[in-house]
């Protein structure tokens, strides 16, 4: 299995639920980066975690990092349509070392 | 505003054509990324620069190309070499491996 990888690879919730989806790699990192991805679209950058940080928030969305079991979570409370998307993480090893994991499509229904 | 363009948004290719893919930044970062991404999947680095006139190989490089003559431009060159060109091509850049990659809007590249 590869560096980044995402569970679940698919969620569904109501509206107004919360969604969490995790992240694990095998390797050190410098930093842990989760993206958003609208369908069609280019990917916008939620929220940077560094590998000295336990947990940062970003208005709904907060994410953990553990590095002792080399895992990250994006929690997104009181989801919205709005939130309908596929969410990556990326871990950065140094300069030259950025692997995406394959993501997790949320689907958010009214 | 500053930020990252790619052109064209669609693009089509023949058999045995190269194509250039184009991605432009104003953000005067340093560093410069393509990334390719098929449906249902996550993305894969190409090619990467972190300085002007210079580049390097990520994981699948084989049968694409890339220059870095200015800040600015990251061009890529699929060549006739790469087989399944089929995919959604996406342009980054950062400021420092500190900081977090800023997107274009991607190309999508169909073959004829």
């Known amino acids: 299995s590869q560096q980044g990888e995402e569970d679940p690879q698919a969620l569904s919730i109501q509206e107004g639920e919360n969604a969490t989806m995790n992240c694990s790699y095998k390797t050190s990192i410098n930093n842990l980066q989760w993206y958003r991805q609208n369908s069609g679209r280019g990917l916008v950058h939620l929220i940077l975690i560094r590998s000295n940080e336990r947990e940062k928030h970003s208005g709904r969305l907060r994410v953990t990092l553990d590095t002792s079991k080399k895992s990250s979570s994006l929690l997104i409370t009181a989801s919205r349509a709005a939130d309908t998307a596929s969410y990556f993480c990326?871990?950065?090893?140094?300069?030259?070392?950025?692997?995406f994991g394959q993501g997790t499509r949320l689907t958010i229904n009214p | 505003d500053g930020g990252i363009t790619q052109s064209p948004k669609y693009l089509f290719r023949k058999e045995g054509q190269n194509v250039t893919l184009s991605c432009e930044q104003n953000l005067n970062h340093d560093a410069m990324y393509w990334y390719r991404q098929d449906p249902g999947q996550g993305l894969r680095l190409i090619y990467y620069s972190q300085i002007v006139n210079d580049f390097q190989k990520g994981d699948i490089a084989e049968g694409y190309s890339v220059s870095r003559e200015k800040k600015e431009s990251f061009p890529l060159t699929v060549t006739s070499a790469q087989k399944n060109p089929t995919a959604f091509y996406l342009c980054?850049?950062?400021?420092?491996?500190?900081?977090?990659?800023?997107f274009g809007d991607g190309t999508r590249l169909s073959i004829l």
């Open positions: 980054a850049s950062r400021a420092n491996e500190d900081q977090p990659q800023h």
């Open positions: 990326l871990t950065v090893q140094g300069a030259q070392k950025l692997v």
